[in-house]
Protein backbone atom coordinates (compact mmCIF):
# COMPACT_ATOMS: atom_id res chain seq x y z
CA UNK A 1 0.00 0.00 0.00
CA UNK A 2 1.27 3.42 -0.68
CA UNK A 3 0.69 7.10 0.70
CA UNK A 4 -0.86 9.83 -1.54
CA UNK A 5 2.71 10.38 -2.60
CA UNK A 6 3.21 7.14 -4.17
CA UNK A 7 5.15 6.31 -1.23
CA UNK A 8 5.45 2.31 0.44
CA UNK A 9 4.24 2.41 3.79
CA UNK A 10 2.89 -0.89 4.80
CA UNK A 11 0.29 -3.65 3.80
CA UNK A 12 -3.51 -2.42 3.19
CA UNK A 13 -6.86 -3.26 2.09
CA UNK A 14 -7.17 -5.38 -1.04
CA UNK A 15 -3.61 -6.38 -0.70
CA UNK A 16 -2.67 -10.47 -0.75
CA UNK A 17 0.26 -12.25 -0.49
CA UNK A 18 2.06 -14.17 2.16
CA UNK A 19 2.57 -11.54 4.70
CA UNK A 20 -0.45 -10.18 4.39
CA UNK A 21 -1.33 -14.05 5.70
CA UNK A 22 1.24 -14.18 8.36
CA UNK A 23 -0.41 -10.80 10.05
CA UNK A 24 -4.11 -12.43 9.52
CA UNK A 25 -2.70 -15.44 11.37
CA UNK A 26 -1.00 -13.84 14.58
CA UNK A 27 -4.07 -11.16 14.90
CA UNK A 28 -7.02 -14.96 14.58
CA UNK A 29 -4.96 -17.22 16.87
CA UNK A 30 -3.64 -14.43 20.05
CA UNK A 31 -7.20 -12.00 20.07
CA UNK A 32 -10.53 -12.95 20.55
CA UNK A 33 -11.54 -9.42 19.97
CA UNK A 34 -9.81 -9.81 16.66
CA UNK A 35 -11.53 -13.09 15.55
CA UNK A 36 -14.89 -11.27 17.20
CA UNK A 37 -14.24 -8.32 14.46
CA UNK A 38 -14.03 -10.80 11.62
CA UNK A 39 -10.60 -11.48 10.82
CA UNK A 40 -10.26 -14.39 8.93
CA UNK A 41 -7.16 -16.63 8.11
CA UNK A 42 -6.28 -16.03 4.59
CA UNK A 43 -4.01 -14.49 2.59
CA UNK A 44 -6.16 -11.07 1.81
CA UNK A 45 -5.72 -7.85 3.60
CA UNK A 46 -9.39 -7.23 4.61
CA UNK A 47 -11.30 -4.05 6.48
CA UNK A 48 -11.50 -6.44 9.40
CA UNK A 49 -7.61 -6.56 9.27
CA UNK A 50 -7.53 -3.20 9.08
CA UNK A 51 -10.02 -2.22 11.98
CA UNK A 52 -7.65 -5.22 13.99
CA UNK A 53 -4.40 -3.17 13.50
CA UNK A 54 -5.34 -0.37 14.71
CA UNK A 55 -7.06 -1.80 17.54
CA UNK A 56 -3.76 -3.62 18.21
CA UNK A 57 -1.52 -0.21 17.84
CA UNK A 58 -3.91 1.07 20.23
CA UNK A 59 -3.64 -1.44 22.71
CA UNK A 60 -0.10 -1.70 22.33
CA UNK A 61 1.37 2.10 21.68
CA UNK A 62 2.24 1.94 18.39
CA UNK A 63 1.25 4.78 16.38
CA UNK A 64 -1.59 3.98 13.27
CA UNK A 65 -0.64 4.42 10.06
CA UNK A 66 -3.13 4.85 7.50
CA UNK A 67 -3.69 4.77 3.79
CA UNK A 68 -5.31 7.69 1.76
CA UNK A 69 -8.47 6.30 2.30
CA UNK A 70 -8.51 5.99 6.20
CA UNK A 71 -7.37 2.57 6.72
CA UNK A 72 -4.58 1.17 9.29
CA UNK A 73 -2.14 -0.67 7.40
CA UNK A 74 0.55 -3.05 8.85
CA UNK A 75 3.99 -1.35 8.25
CA UNK A 76 7.56 -3.17 9.42
CA UNK A 77 7.32 -2.02 12.87
CA UNK A 78 3.55 -3.16 13.77
CA UNK A 79 4.54 -6.66 12.07
CA UNK A 80 7.52 -6.86 14.23
CA UNK A 81 5.71 -6.22 17.37
CA UNK A 82 2.74 -8.38 16.32
CA UNK A 83 5.29 -11.25 15.79
CA UNK A 84 4.26 -11.93 11.96
CA UNK A 85 7.90 -10.75 10.81
CA UNK A 86 10.61 -12.80 11.70
CA UNK A 87 14.13 -10.68 11.07
CA UNK A 88 15.53 -13.45 8.80
CA UNK A 89 18.86 -14.39 9.70
CA UNK A 90 21.95 -13.65 7.52
CA UNK A 91 22.72 -15.64 4.94
CA UNK A 92 26.31 -17.28 5.45
CA UNK A 93 29.17 -15.72 3.04
CA UNK A 94 29.22 -17.22 -0.26
CA UNK A 95 31.59 -20.02 -0.38
CA UNK A 96 34.13 -20.40 -2.97
CA UNK A 97 33.95 -23.22 -5.51
CA UNK A 98 37.07 -24.92 -4.29
CA UNK A 99 38.20 -26.28 -1.19
CA UNK A 100 41.43 -25.52 0.86
CA UNK A 101 42.39 -27.90 2.98
CA UNK A 102 44.56 -26.98 5.85
CA UNK A 103 46.32 -28.82 8.09
CA UNK A 104 48.42 -27.24 11.23
CA UNK A 105 52.08 -28.31 12.62
CA UNK A 106 52.97 -29.39 15.89
CA UNK A 107 51.83 -27.24 19.18
CA UNK A 108 49.72 -24.78 16.55
CA UNK A 109 46.26 -24.11 16.64
CA UNK A 110 44.40 -24.66 13.42
CA UNK A 111 44.18 -21.02 12.48
CA UNK A 112 47.89 -20.32 12.77
CA UNK A 113 51.03 -21.03 10.94
CA UNK A 114 52.30 -21.16 7.27
CA UNK A 115 48.60 -22.89 5.92
CA UNK A 116 46.38 -20.59 7.26
CA UNK A 117 48.67 -17.43 5.88
CA UNK A 118 48.14 -19.86 2.79
CA UNK A 119 44.55 -19.72 3.18
CA UNK A 120 44.30 -16.02 4.15
CA UNK A 121 46.49 -15.13 0.50
CA UNK A 122 43.68 -17.16 -1.33
CA UNK A 123 40.84 -15.25 -3.21
CA UNK A 124 38.08 -16.00 -1.41
CA UNK A 125 35.56 -15.83 -4.79
CA UNK A 126 37.62 -18.93 -5.93
CA UNK A 127 38.51 -20.53 -2.46
CA UNK A 128 37.03 -21.89 0.19
CA UNK A 129 39.06 -22.54 3.37
CA UNK A 130 38.56 -25.49 5.47
CA UNK A 131 41.25 -25.56 8.61
CA UNK A 132 41.21 -29.56 10.49
CA UNK A 133 40.94 -29.65 13.83
CA UNK A 134 43.28 -32.15 15.69
CA UNK A 135 45.84 -32.47 18.63
CA UNK A 136 49.28 -31.77 16.75
CA UNK A 137 51.01 -32.65 19.68
CA UNK A 138 54.45 -35.09 20.33
CA UNK A 139 53.93 -36.19 23.26
CA UNK A 140 55.78 -35.85 26.37
CA UNK A 141 57.98 -33.36 24.01
CA UNK A 142 57.27 -29.82 24.64
CA UNK A 143 55.75 -30.23 27.54
CA UNK A 144 52.54 -31.67 29.28
CA UNK A 145 50.16 -34.59 28.93
CA UNK A 146 49.59 -35.21 25.24
CA UNK A 147 49.00 -37.92 22.78
CA UNK A 148 51.59 -39.39 20.60
CA UNK A 149 53.06 -37.89 17.48
CA UNK A 150 51.61 -40.81 16.03
CA UNK A 151 48.53 -40.67 17.55
CA UNK A 152 48.02 -36.62 17.17
CA UNK A 153 48.51 -37.96 13.54
CA UNK A 154 45.93 -40.77 13.07
CA UNK A 155 42.94 -38.66 14.50
CA UNK A 156 44.17 -36.07 11.69
CA UNK A 157 43.75 -37.97 9.40
CA UNK A 158 40.24 -39.59 10.75
CA UNK A 159 39.20 -35.52 10.61
CA UNK A 160 40.57 -34.83 7.30
CA UNK A 161 38.89 -37.66 5.85
CA UNK A 162 35.66 -37.12 7.01
CA UNK A 163 35.80 -33.56 6.26
CA UNK A 164 36.68 -34.70 1.93
CA UNK A 165 33.68 -37.31 2.67
CA UNK A 166 30.91 -34.30 3.15
CA UNK A 167 32.68 -31.79 0.98
CA UNK A 168 31.91 -32.12 -2.76
CA UNK A 169 33.86 -30.56 -5.81
CA UNK A 170 37.56 -29.81 -6.37
CA UNK A 171 40.51 -29.08 -3.20
CA UNK A 172 43.73 -28.43 -2.38
CA UNK A 173 45.48 -30.72 0.72
CA UNK A 174 47.54 -28.18 2.71
CA UNK A 175 49.95 -28.83 5.78
CA UNK A 176 53.02 -28.04 7.53
CA UNK A 177 55.16 -30.22 9.60
CA UNK A 178 53.34 -32.54 11.38
CA UNK A 179 50.57 -31.66 9.64
CA UNK A 180 52.22 -32.70 6.15
CA UNK A 181 52.44 -35.70 7.30
CA UNK A 182 48.16 -35.92 8.02
CA UNK A 183 48.02 -34.56 4.09
CA UNK A 184 50.11 -37.33 3.00
CA UNK A 185 49.10 -40.06 4.35
CA UNK A 186 45.43 -38.70 3.46
CA UNK A 187 46.90 -38.57 -0.21
CA UNK A 188 48.01 -42.23 0.60
CA UNK A 189 43.98 -42.73 1.11
CA UNK A 190 43.12 -41.02 -2.04
CA UNK A 191 45.65 -42.95 -4.29
CA UNK A 192 44.53 -46.55 -3.09
CA UNK A 193 42.31 -45.87 -0.02
CA UNK A 194 38.99 -45.11 1.42
CA UNK A 195 38.74 -42.00 -0.71
CA UNK A 196 39.78 -43.32 -4.03
CA UNK A 197 36.74 -41.91 -5.53
CA UNK A 198 37.57 -38.56 -4.91
CA UNK A 199 41.39 -38.77 -6.12
CA UNK A 200 40.01 -37.25 -9.43
CA UNK A 201 38.98 -34.25 -7.12
CA UNK A 202 42.57 -33.43 -5.53
CA UNK A 203 44.42 -31.20 -8.04
CA UNK A 204 46.59 -29.27 -5.05
CA UNK A 205 49.22 -31.00 -2.72
CA UNK A 206 50.42 -28.49 -0.60
CA UNK A 207 53.51 -29.09 1.63
CA UNK A 208 55.85 -26.90 3.93
CA UNK A 209 58.69 -29.12 5.85
CA UNK A 210 57.09 -32.40 5.01
CA UNK A 211 58.00 -35.51 6.68
CA UNK A 212 56.69 -37.41 4.18
CA UNK A 213 58.14 -35.58 0.77
CA UNK A 214 58.74 -37.83 -1.49
CA UNK A 215 62.91 -37.77 -3.12
CA UNK A 216 63.11 -35.25 -5.99
CA UNK A 217 59.58 -33.80 -5.16
CA UNK A 218 60.40 -29.97 -4.76
CA UNK A 219 59.53 -26.55 -5.38
CA UNK A 220 62.53 -24.37 -6.61
CA UNK A 221 65.92 -26.09 -5.63
CA UNK A 222 66.14 -29.52 -3.91
CA UNK A 223 68.52 -29.34 -1.45
CA UNK A 224 68.62 -33.48 -1.35
CA UNK A 225 67.34 -36.23 0.63
CA UNK A 226 63.25 -36.88 1.46
CA UNK A 227 61.04 -37.00 4.48
CA UNK A 228 62.01 -38.07 7.68
CA UNK A 229 59.44 -40.22 8.34
CA UNK A 230 60.08 -42.63 5.30
CA UNK A 231 56.82 -42.63 3.93
CA UNK A 232 57.13 -43.53 -0.04
CA UNK A 233 54.02 -43.46 -2.62
CA UNK A 234 53.71 -43.14 -5.93
CA UNK A 235 52.67 -39.11 -7.06
CA UNK A 236 49.68 -38.93 -9.06
CA UNK A 237 49.81 -37.54 -12.42
CA UNK A 238 46.78 -35.44 -11.94
CA UNK A 239 47.80 -33.59 -8.25
CA UNK A 240 50.19 -30.70 -8.59
CA UNK A 241 52.70 -30.97 -6.01
CA UNK A 242 54.06 -27.98 -4.04
CA UNK A 243 56.38 -29.37 -1.75
CA UNK A 244 58.72 -27.17 -0.32
CA UNK A 245 61.65 -28.18 1.47
CA UNK A 246 64.66 -25.92 2.75
CA UNK A 247 68.23 -26.63 3.09
CA UNK A 248 69.05 -27.50 6.89
CA UNK A 249 65.17 -28.75 7.40
CA UNK A 250 66.13 -32.44 8.85
CA UNK A 251 62.07 -33.14 8.95
CA UNK A 252 62.11 -32.63 4.97
CA UNK A 253 66.17 -33.50 4.03
CA UNK A 254 67.05 -36.54 6.03
CA UNK A 255 69.90 -38.22 3.74
CA UNK A 256 68.12 -41.45 1.88
CA UNK A 257 70.57 -44.66 1.51
CA UNK A 258 73.39 -43.68 4.21
CA UNK A 259 73.85 -45.00 8.06
CA UNK A 260 73.19 -41.41 9.57
CA UNK A 261 70.03 -41.33 7.71
CA UNK A 262 68.64 -44.54 8.80
CA UNK A 263 69.76 -43.31 12.06
CA UNK A 264 68.04 -40.20 12.15
CA UNK A 265 64.91 -42.11 10.85
CA UNK A 266 65.30 -44.37 13.46
CA UNK A 267 64.97 -41.80 16.41
CA UNK A 268 62.28 -40.24 14.74
CA UNK A 269 60.58 -43.66 14.52
CA UNK A 270 60.78 -43.89 18.79
CA UNK A 271 59.78 -40.57 19.27
CA UNK A 272 56.58 -40.20 17.12
CA UNK A 273 55.02 -43.28 19.31
CA UNK A 274 55.75 -42.12 22.71
CA UNK A 275 53.09 -41.72 24.76
CA UNK A 276 51.80 -39.64 27.77
CA UNK A 277 50.27 -42.04 29.62
CA UNK A 278 53.03 -43.07 31.48
CA UNK A 279 56.04 -41.88 30.53
CA UNK A 280 58.56 -44.01 31.91
CA UNK A 281 56.90 -47.35 30.72
CA UNK A 282 55.65 -46.04 27.63
CA UNK A 283 59.13 -44.37 26.36
CA UNK A 284 60.77 -48.09 27.09
CA UNK A 285 57.45 -49.58 24.88
CA UNK A 286 58.34 -47.64 22.34
CA UNK A 287 61.77 -48.52 22.19
CA UNK A 288 61.86 -51.67 22.80
CA UNK A 289 58.84 -52.85 21.05
CA UNK A 290 60.23 -53.04 17.66
CA UNK A 291 63.34 -55.53 18.02
CA UNK A 292 64.68 -53.96 14.70
CA UNK A 293 64.47 -50.50 15.96
CA UNK A 294 66.05 -51.36 19.19
CA UNK A 295 69.04 -53.31 17.74
CA UNK A 296 69.59 -49.83 15.48
CA UNK A 297 68.86 -47.51 18.84
CA UNK A 298 71.36 -49.53 20.71
CA UNK A 299 73.70 -49.15 18.07
CA UNK A 300 73.43 -45.15 18.90
CA UNK A 301 73.74 -45.64 22.12
CA UNK A 302 77.34 -47.22 22.06
CA UNK A 303 78.19 -45.25 19.06
CA UNK A 304 76.71 -41.63 19.76
CA UNK A 305 76.23 -39.26 17.43
CA UNK A 306 78.77 -36.36 16.40
CA UNK A 307 79.80 -34.49 19.40
CA UNK A 308 79.43 -37.08 21.99
CA UNK A 309 75.35 -36.80 22.66
CA UNK A 310 73.98 -39.53 23.93
CA UNK A 311 70.73 -41.63 22.91
CA UNK A 312 68.85 -39.68 25.54
CA UNK A 313 70.22 -36.21 24.26
CA UNK A 314 69.69 -37.34 20.35
CA UNK A 315 66.24 -38.40 20.92
CA UNK A 316 65.29 -34.83 22.01
CA UNK A 317 67.47 -32.67 19.91
CA UNK A 318 66.18 -34.63 17.19
CA UNK A 319 62.66 -33.75 18.09
CA UNK A 320 63.17 -29.86 18.82
CA UNK A 321 64.93 -30.05 15.44
CA UNK A 322 61.38 -28.72 14.59
CA UNK A 323 61.85 -24.95 15.37
CA UNK A 324 65.33 -24.27 14.26
CA UNK A 325 65.64 -21.87 11.86
CA UNK A 326 65.28 -23.58 8.53
CA UNK A 327 62.11 -25.06 9.10
CA UNK A 328 60.27 -21.75 10.44
CA UNK A 329 61.35 -19.67 7.50
CA UNK A 330 59.12 -21.45 4.58
CA UNK A 331 57.13 -17.54 4.70
CA UNK A 332 60.93 -15.62 4.84
CA UNK A 333 63.40 -17.37 2.89
CA UNK A 334 62.74 -17.17 -1.22
CA UNK A 335 62.32 -20.99 -3.01
CA UNK A 336 62.52 -18.86 -6.57
CA UNK A 337 63.99 -15.50 -7.17
CA UNK A 338 61.59 -13.12 -5.29
CA UNK A 339 59.49 -16.02 -3.87
CA UNK A 340 59.09 -17.44 -0.29
CA UNK A 341 57.32 -20.89 -0.50
CA UNK A 342 54.30 -19.33 1.45
CA UNK A 343 54.11 -16.72 -1.82
CA UNK A 344 54.50 -19.02 -4.53
CA UNK A 345 51.67 -21.11 -3.25
CA UNK A 346 49.65 -18.54 -2.74
CA UNK A 347 50.22 -17.12 -6.13
CA UNK A 348 50.10 -20.45 -7.97
CA UNK A 349 46.66 -21.54 -6.01
CA UNK A 350 45.15 -17.98 -7.26
CA UNK A 351 46.19 -18.16 -10.64
CA UNK A 352 45.13 -22.03 -11.16
CA UNK A 353 41.91 -21.47 -9.60
CA UNK A 354 41.55 -18.53 -11.84
CA UNK A 355 42.56 -20.08 -15.36
CA UNK A 356 40.41 -22.96 -14.41
CA UNK A 357 37.24 -21.20 -13.72
CA UNK A 358 37.49 -19.28 -16.54
CA UNK A 359 37.75 -22.03 -18.55
Not at 81 to 95: A, D, I, T
Not at 175 to 193: K, T
Request: aromatic residues 10%.
Amino acid sequence: MKDANGNWIGYGVGDKCVEVEAINQKLHDKYQWARTAGVELGDTYTKATAWAISEFCRRVGLPIVFDPKGDAVANLAIRIRLGSYVVPSPQPPKRGPLTLFTVAGTWADMWSGFPADVANGLDKAYWFWQPVNYPASFGPVGGGPAPSYEESVAVGVEELVRLIEITPGRFALCGYSQGAEVVARVLIELIGGRLAGRLKDCLWYVAFGDPARQPGVCVGRDPGGSGISGIRFTVPASVKMLDYALDGDMYCTTPDNTEGGTNMRAVYKALTKMQIHDPGRDIISALTGDPSLMRQLMKLFSDPVTGGIGLIDALFRLAKFAVTNAHVRYGELEVLPGLTAVQHAINTLNADAARMLAA
